[in-house]
């Protein structure tokens, strides 16, 4: 039997030799089956299996792919009711095909006839198909998506790709052609062209499925760019119908480790995104930092988390990414819910104070200050939204000790003695230091009662009076910060606090508080918070290696990522260079130098300023390079040494450049000298 025999072929449609087979396609992030590409296949009685690539042109010349279509999605339709209804199949549309106007009524009789819904049908286009009869083909593809059906451009980039196919026609999803999934672990450029389709999918809500995902480098690798779905050999190779139980069955590979935690190598991974994935990646950059830091896109799906939010939450990072903050955080999510939207919106929310559910049912609840603030591209739309999360729960136990003890209160008031007063248990203020006077030009006896509120900031009266209200309900103590119109009109801003004093039937009786000026407090930090994003930003961007200790132990609190890079090496806080096993250095003339000789410990151990000095450096690896080490003590305003700092810069190849150099001229001069007579 020939497979050049038309009518050999037709007969072997209606014998239905022509069968489907199914991959698996699985959810990258946790493993969990999605659904089924269809692949057909031709059981040949004398060839056995034979591949789609040898028989659909056969069908296409001879005007056959309407009836192998028509069959072969009724063997499907029909294989899918041993199928869970949430599972999709994909079957991939021809180029004939979509120029067969038909193609969408055969498609709906074939489902109709087998009771299976539409809605859980995705038709996979090529870009090459989207070339010629483009008419015909959005006709086509739009009756299909009318219908219910999904569709999903295939092998994207690797035909003629056009953003208009994309603009025009209504797919849900973008596949990743296999080709750049294969290389893209050993190849820069591929890795970059992987990580812009995706990008792309993700710029335009398209969900993204990545073809050839053959091992677990090529899966974690397609997380951390965020694609959604894989299908691959990892996953299985396809099988016919009747192994669809074992696939069910299958557990399928999840990542175990959180990509952003992975070896240097995976570093430059993280940069090769597109703008909108950018900002998202940075979180690895501040994986140290004590704040909890994380990226959420406008469907409220976290795209990055870094360690400390992670550890917050009790969960590791993998377990965020790609899932709904209402999914994750389910308690805290109605509480934050109005912030997120003001931010996708455009409007930050900085300071607020959310109570956060402990995981041990024994635990407290913890009370964390949380930051929304809008993270916009370069068109100024908003793209997402950057969270950061400090943990405040020791700040506000000890707080709220010290309220809970009227002998604590007194203490408070007696340290922060600013403007002391009482009130009853209906709030109305009972008395009030005379110095109330001298702050805000009102006699005591029109401060009294709710006489007060007249020197607030008219935007302060809702909010202070909700925060009243509330303490005077539940007892809570008050701490809350308004401004008050000073005599000479200007405005002041104050910290009020107060704790309830009960008698022996939990009653209260009275509130005792006091009246502190923050004013200049709040402006310093202000001014000192503005001050530390500059010198940070200023001591990450040097080109110069920087390492700071303190005095007199000499170990190490701070360092910047270019003298990571020089040294080749991390730079480990809290140890001394005597504590450093890797640090290994020697003089020009090839003297070990010893820990106490460095220019660092010299400055911090003798007060010395050097000038820079030439080391031969041995690297973690082995390599050996010039570094040239500049070092002065830090001093406090008494001269006292405090610690020091040391700037690297890399020499090496200027020194080495200058040796062969110098030798070069060397031996020019030996060539140059006369013979000896």
């Known amino acids: 039997m020939s497979l050049d025999d038309a009518n050999t072929f037709r007969r072997a449609i209606e014998n239905r030799e022509i069968v489907p087979f199914f991959q698996p396609l699985v959810e990258l992030r946790t493993g969990r089956l999605r659904g089924f590409e269809v692949l057909a296949r031709w059981q040949h009685p004398q060839r056995g299996l034979v591949l789609p690539d040898d028989f659909i042109p056969l069908a296409e010349a001879n005007g056959l792919d309407g009836l192998l279509t028509g069959n072969l999605l009724r063997s499907v339709f029909a294989a899918a009711k041993d199928i869970p209804e949430h599972l999709t199949l994909s079957v991939n549309v021809s180029l004939t095909q979509l120029t067969d106007r038909t193609l969408s009524r055969h498609i709906c009789s074939a489902a109709q006839e087998e009771s299976f819904s539409l809605s859980r049908l995705i038709l996979e286009i090529t870009e090459s198909a989207l070339i010629s009869n483009t008419h015909h083909v959005y006709f086509i593809a739009n009756e299909l998506k009318k219908q219910g059906a999904r569709l999903a451009l295939d092998d994207f980039g690797t035909g003629y790709s056009s953003l208009r196919h994309l603009q025009a026609l209504p797919f849900d999803e973008l596949k990743i052609d296999a080709s750049f999934v294969r290389s893209m672990t050993q190849a820069k450029e591929t890795r970059k062209i992987a990580a812009a389709i995706i990008g792309l999918g993700n710029s335009l809500d398209l969900v993204t499925v990545a073809e050839g995902v053959e091992d677990h480098e090529h899966a974690e690798m397609l997380l951390w760019l965020g694609c959604e779905f894989g299908q691959g050999w990892l996953y299985g190779h396809a099988v016919p119908a009747d192994e669809l139980p074992s696939l069910l069955a299958a557990k399928f590979f999840t990542p175990s480790v959180d990509p952003a935690a992975k070896h240097a190598d995976a570093h430059p991974l993280r940069l090769e995104a597109l703008p909108t994935l950018r900002l998202a990646q940075l979180h690895a950059i501040y994986d140290g930092v004590p704040v909890g830091l994380c990226f959420v896109d406008r469907n409220l799906r976290y795209v990055s988390v870094n360690k400390r939010l992670a550890e917050m939450h009790h969960l590791p990072v993998a377990a965020h990414l790609g899932r709904n903050i209402a999914d994750v955080m389910p308690s805290v999510f109605p509480e934050c819910a109005p912030y997120l939207f003001r931010a996708l919106d455009g409007e930050a929310s900085t300071g607020l104070e959310i109570r956060y559910p402990d995981p041990d049912p024994c635990s407290e609840k913890r009370t964390c200050l949380i930051s929304y603030h809008p993270a916009r591209d370069e068109a100024d739309e908003v793209i997402g939204v950057s969270i950061s999360v400090v943990d405040i729960t020791q700040r506000k136990r000890a707080e709220d000790a010290l309220a809970e003890s009227e002998d604590h209160y ?51 009266l809702a909010r202070i009076g909700t925060a009243w209200s509330h303490a005077l309900r539940s007892g809570d103590p008050l701490d809350t910060e308004y401004r008050v119109r000073r005599v000479d009109g200007v405005w002041r801003w104050m910290r009020a606090r107060a704790s309830p004093r009960r008698d022996s039937e939990k009653k209260i009786i009275r509130w005792y508080g006091t009246l502190e000026d923050i004013d200049d407090h709040k402006k310093a930090v202000e001014a000192l918070r503005s001050s530390e994003a500059r010198l940070q930003a200023v001591f990450e961007a040097v080109p110069v290696g920087i390492v700071i200790a303190q005095a007199p132990d000499g170990r190490i609190v701070m360092s910047n990522p270019r003298a990571e890079d020089i040294l080749h090496r991390p730079v480990v806080h809290d140890q001394t260079i005597e504590e450093d096993q890797q640090t290994d250095a020697s003089y020009a003339n090839g003297n070990r130098i010893q820990p106490h000789e460095y220019p660092l410990a010299r400055a911090i151990l003798q007060g010395e300023t050097t000038n820079a000095e030439e080391v031969l450096f041995q690297r973690s690896d082995g390599s050996k390079a010039w570094l040239s080490l500049s070092a002065a003590p830090i001093r406090t305003p008494d001269n006292q040494i405090v610690g020091g700092v040391v700037a690297i810069q890399d020499i090496d190849k200027e020194k080495r450049e200058t040796q062969r150099l110098r030798d070069l001229a060397s031996a020019a001069e030996f060539k140059q000298e006369p013979l000896a007579h």
């Not at 009030?432 to 006699?443: D, F, H, I, K």
């Open 410 to 460: 007194r203490h408070t008031v007696e340290l922060n003695p600013q403007i002391p007063w009482t009130a009853a248990a209906n709030g109305m203020i009972l008395d009030v230091s005379n110095r109330a006077e001298v702050l805000t030009g009102l006699t005591r006896e029109q401060t009294l009662g709710d006489g007060w509120l007249q020197a607030l900031h008219p935007d302060d």
